[in-house]
């Protein structure tokens, strides 16, 4: 038997409610994203290239802050790829629809469900 296997596993980090939800909205938006680049090419709104790279671009950058939600800082890189987002309005104005409802509902994860629900005292009820 190795060291390693003797050790303890180390016990789960309790997540809070925004973690987890900002998690998942961003974890659901970064596809959207990445297709929505590939419209903004396909509809020659931008030049291929420059599309497809922004539209990655901006995809990665959700993914990786969906794992790094458990840094405050993170909440804030997270409002900044949702302005970046609805940034693609300007150039196609249905990006605006889809955006506004990823908008509203990391609006929803941050200010009301999380703070809301992470307040609750730890016995009651969902």
Known sequence: MSARSARAPRPKRNRSLAEKLGSIVLGFEFVIVFLAGLVLGGLQKLPWPLALSLGIGLSLLMLITAGLMRYPWAVWLGWFCQLAFMAGGLLEPMIFLVAGIFV???????????????????????
């Open 104 to 126: 509203a509902m990391w609006a929803y994860c941050m200010v009301v469900a999380g703070r809301a629900l992470d307040e609750r005292p730890p016995g009651s009820a969902a």
